[in-house]
């Protein structure tokens, strides 16, 4: 077993899920904190989830030899299933570029005084930056930022659990969603929405994943990314006084001073570039396989369809689309599960 594998597959993992939405405190506040402590157990019961269901994953990709998620999708569903599993993933990426330009504009409006759409206007504007170089600049933005990102956002969450004090502000009620009001089933929904886009990861890596070592990376990054939500949500429960804002984390990050609030904002923002950039690239990519348009053709359709839609609340987005997507991307779960088990 290769160790270096291991660890490239397992950071390629967090990458996948921790997204902006993650690091911003949104996602996990939605998701899990606001149970209290039964959102912790179901920290665990959906890192155990991440690491099983990826490991199922990779060990299919290597018994199939699947080198891109449309493959993938149709060795699972069948042809006709696995079109509409690959329009679906679509719409998925789309759904979190619009995530990650509301969360954007939020972050702007709350801790820069800005006005929303100039911060979705900025963003845009680095996204048809990234864009406009094609994969290689896709490559470069996120070799850089990204693990800058991870380190920077567990570090302040870690710091802010063990020695920064909680506000005046106890005992705020706890945040409620019509659409899930129960901590396992929360779980399963982050589970199932999140490892929808960690199978177009891992099947886009083609051979790469299929190396000696790389199924381990998965259980590892399964666990790296239960300790991940772990610190955010123990971070959120010990200020209460955050929960309810648009980018919670911020808010914890300021109560180690304002030169921790500026950093980790600052950070935060180069997250939601990086995701953004991501998920377009992905979709302009889909456009141009199709034979539909050309490269340059289909990114200023994507962002001329997405800008207009970016002022759209971003925990809105978070507390609505992403669980719908989560009960929609239930299908995913018992079908790996099923095709696993047919040896």
């Known amino acids: 077993m290769s160790w270096r594998i291991a660890l490239q597959v397992a950071a390629t993992y967090v990458g996948a899920v921790m997204g902006a939405g993650f690091a911003s405190g949104q996602e996990i506040q939605q998701f899990f904190a606001r149970y209290g402590a039964y959102g912790l157990w179901g920290i665990i019961i959906s890192a155990g989830l991440f690491a099983l269901m990826g490991w199922m994953m990779l060990d299919l990709q290597e018994r199939w030899k699947i080198y891109s998620y449309s493959q993938f999708f149709r060795r ?20 979190g570029m619009l995530a990650m330009l509301s969360g ?3 972050l702007f409006e709350q801790y820069f005084a800005l006005p929303r759409w100039a911060g ?13 170089q094609r994969g290689e600049g896709v490559l470069w933005i996120n070799t850089v930022l990204i693990p800058l990102k991870f380190v920077f956002c567990l ?8 020695w920064a004090h909680p506000g005046e502000s106890e005992g705020v009620a706890q945040l409620s969603n019509p659409i899930v009001n129960n901590w396992i089933l929360a779980a399963v929904l982050y589970v199932s929405f999140n490892l929808t886009l960690a199978m177009v990861v891992f099947a886009s890596l083609g051979k790469e994943v299929h190396k000696p070592g790389a199924r381990m990376g998965a259980l590892l990054g399964g666990l790296a990314l239960g300790a991940f939500a772990l610190v955010i949500a123990l971070a ?8 309810g804002l648009e980018i919670p984390m911020v808010a914890v990050a300021g109560k180690l001073g304002k ?12 997250a939601m570039v990086t995701a953004a950039i991501g998920n377009g690239f992905s979709l302009v990519s889909r456009v141009v396989a199709g034979g539909y348009l050309g490269y340059a053709q289909s990114t200023l359709l994507l962002l001329a369809l997405v800008m207009p839609m970016a002022g759209i609340k971003f925990s809105q987005l978070v507390q609505i689309g992403y669980p719908i997507f989560g009960y929609v991307g239930l299908i995913f779960l018992p079908t790996l599960v099923y095709n696993w088990l047919r040896r």
Do not use: C, K, N
């Open 120 to 132: 979705i206007f900025l963003t845009g504007v680095v996204i048809a930056a990234a864009l406009w």
């Open 104 to 106: 954007a504009g939020a």
């Open 76 to 95: 699972l569903f069948g042809h006709r299933w696995g079109q509409r599993a690959d329009i679906l993933v679509s719409v998925l990426l789309f759904i």
């Open 259 to 270: 030169w921790a609030a500026f950093l980790y904002m600052v950070v935060l923002w180069l």
């Open 155 to 162: 570090g302040i969450g870690v710091v802010a659990v063990l």
């Open 236 to 243: 959120l429960l010990r200020f209460p006084e955050v929960q």
